[in-house]
């Protein structure tokens, strides 16, 4: 059974959406990820707001921004594969078949060692390249589209690159999906305020209208359905048997976390366990 999202946000009142819903941002140059969150958290007066996923000051684009308790879902929503386009200037004159050639073998897994001022550990670690390619080239400089599995530095491809060809780094860059994410749904931070403002004059609309239910982990996680029998008792922490459930069938090859719901009510994040008859335990309950 497909959630639909559109029906849910229209059910619910506009507290009710700030309480569990995402604000997908469409961040400008200068300010730092942890600043946007913190603006929209004082805006519209939250207790804890958090983001999907952290963008240097200096990167553009696609920022979402979980409300209340929303930030819950940051595990299942965040470490999604991102999709980016800049601008790399070369340091040395290379033809376009040979910059192609080089960017081709970038494609697939490589091993990336994290910037001196990541705030990871130091340490090797496998990425995953799904898409690196040349959308257009002025000279030295070209502008790229790539499309990495998450926690993937581009500032980092771009050098690792140059090493290839003479030397490169980055220009600009400006993220336009993360994860489900898309920069065409998301909304400046100037156009936010405005929602924000409107709303505490009375008129939600604006703000309603950027609100994205925290039921979109429904598109990102497999949905299983429950009987109204022991809604009461799995809103206060009761394992899941299979007796709960609808249709057994939707659980059978599931071994990822998924979303527990009952018709489309949120219930929680259940992760398989199967101890005798519990089938899954809830690792997040929206009560």
Known sequence: ME???EKIKQKKS??????FSIINIDKCTGPTSF???QFVKKTLDLRKTSHLGTLDPMVTGVLSIALNRACRLNDYLMHRDKTYVGIMRLHADVDDKTLKEEIKKFIGKITQLPPLRSRVKRAERVREIKKFEILERDSKDV????EVQAGTYIRK?????GKKIGGAHMLELRRTKAGIFDEKD???LYDFEKAADEYKKGNEKPLREILIPGEIVSKVLPVVQVKPDNLKQLLTGKPLFYLDLADKKEIENIISPFALFLEDRFIGCYKIIKEGDIIARAEFILN
Do not use: M, T, W, Y
């Not at 502008?143 to 790539?146: G, I, K, S, T, V």
């Not at 491809?157 to 690159?161: E, I, K, S, T, Y």
């Open 3 to 5: 959630i639909n999202l």
């Open 14 to 19: 506009i507290k009710e959406l700030l309480e």
């Open 35 to 37: 600043s946007v969150s």
């Open 143 to 146: 502008l790229f589209l790539a």
């Open 157 to 161: 491809l771009c050098d690792d690159l």
């Open 186 to 188: 998301s909304i400046n």
